[in-house]
């Protein structure tokens, strides 16, 4: 041990400071009875080499004392260090009459453990089911690029439309996984997966996730958007709220049977705008609705109109989930088996554009009649 590390020593430093603070009365006690008696000052100075050997004999007794005192944490430093070379599922033993301070910290520190296996657990499962997800429509592109080869000229019209058809309608897979998953590591890592901000009109947006959702919707299911006449102002990123409501929307769709109903709703209360997603499908079980929002999690496959829409990442409901807490919101689950599922999303409300440009703002303005 060199010098700096021998003065960042916690015994070294206790010692010192025990020797120094029962020195310092014997000293002050020592000044008293001298002046008491009336004898000069200057007598007292002839005591002082006798202070020499008593700083030693304390310096040696503190320095065992320090020692014991210290043995707690040395124990636990010495268990902490041997969690480098420990499986992570192993815990620090906690011993009934050590002190509480070390008894706490070996909890604390149990703690910590059960944090991180969590989170490796999550990381492992993560990327197992990311290279799941991106191992299907790898073999599925493979499989028919090597017909593609194999056949060559020779192949039929038909087959070849539909292996390309494939090629395309996979690798559009792949590009959504990927964006998907890159959305969801920049929220992992503190980054802002939302843009630049401004007051929109929740019934802008809405009318908005309508016009699309016309279009790919099946004729024997009807799909109703009731917005109020009054606008309803909120301070986010509209490209990223129709993200969330069409995903919504289209999953509403995908659980919703033939002669079914999806219904989106828009209203204003207590200072939030609530937007609820309401069908009439096969509902979610209690133990899926634990889970919903988990990432990769899906609803068995059988249960959905996933064949008709094509099956997802299982990545939608956790972005979902992601955009809104950005937007300081919060979504909600209420779902009945065969009875149909509502999730409902509530925003906070914000001033009207021209209140919000008062208070230094400057959002886009709506447009005028």
């Known amino acids: 041990m060199d010098k700096s590390e021998w003065t960042k020593s916690m015994k070294v430093r206790m010692a010192m400071v025990m020797t120094l603070s ?11 009875v001298f002046s008491s008696t009336g004898a000069p000052i200057e007598e007292s100075f002839r005591f002082v080499p006798l202070y020499v050997p008593l700083l030693a004999l304390l310096l040696f007794v503190n320095w065992f004392l320090a020692d014991i005192i210290l043995r707690p944490i ?27 301070e070390t008894h706490e910290l070996r909890k604390s520190f149990n703690k910590l453990l059960n944090n991180l296996e969590e989170s490796l657990n ?5 990327v197992a089911d ?3 997800e991106l191992r ?49 590591a920049r929220a992992d890592a503190g980054q ?19 016009d699309t959702v016309t279009v790919i919707a099946p004729e024997q299911i009807e799909v109703k958007f009731i917005v109020p006449q009054t606008s309803m102002y909120v301070y986010a990123d509209a490209d990223r709220l129709k993200q969330v409501f069409l995903n919504l929307t289209n999953n509403a769709i995908k659980a919703t049977q033939a002669g079914g109903k999806v219904t989106v709703t828009l209203r204003a209360t207590g200072g939030q705008a609530i937007i609820r997603v309401i069908d009439t499908g096969i509902g979610i079980a209690p133990a899926d609705q634990q889970r919903i929002f988990d990432r990769f999690y899906r609803v068995e496959r059988s249960r959905t109109r996933s064949r008709l829409y094509g099956g997802g990442t299982g ?47 400057t959002p886009l303005l709506p447009p005028q009649d």
């Open 122 to 126: 999550i990381q492992c499962q993560f």
């Open 315 to 361: 990545l939608g409901l956790a972005i979902a989930l992601t955009i809104i807490k950005a937007h300081g919101g919060t979504i909600e689950l209420e779902s009945e088996l065969n009875k149909g599922s509502t999730f409902t999303v509530k925003l906070p409300l914000t001033d009207t554009p021209v209140k919000a440009q008062v208070a230094g703002q």
């Open 136 to 184: 299907t429509p790898l073999t599925s592109i493979q499989g028919y690029t090597k017909l593609l080869l194999r056949r060559g000229s020779n192949i039929d019209a038909n087959l070849l439309a539909e292996a390309l058809q494939t090629i395309s309608d996979e690798s559009g897979r792949l590009i959504r996984l990927v964006s998907d998953l890159l959305q969801l």
């Open 130 to 132: 990311a290279s799941h």
């Open 22 to 32: 029962g020195l310092l009365p014997i000293a002050i006690c020592h000044i008293i």
């Open 74 to 100: 040395t124990q636990l430093l010495s268990a902490t260090t041997k969690l480098v070379t420990m499986d992570i599922r192993q815990r620090l033993e906690v011993g009934a009459h050590e002190p509480i």
């Open 192 to 210: 802002a997966i939302i843009a630049q901000q401004e007051v929109v009109d929740m019934r802008d947006v809405l009318m908005s996730v309508e």
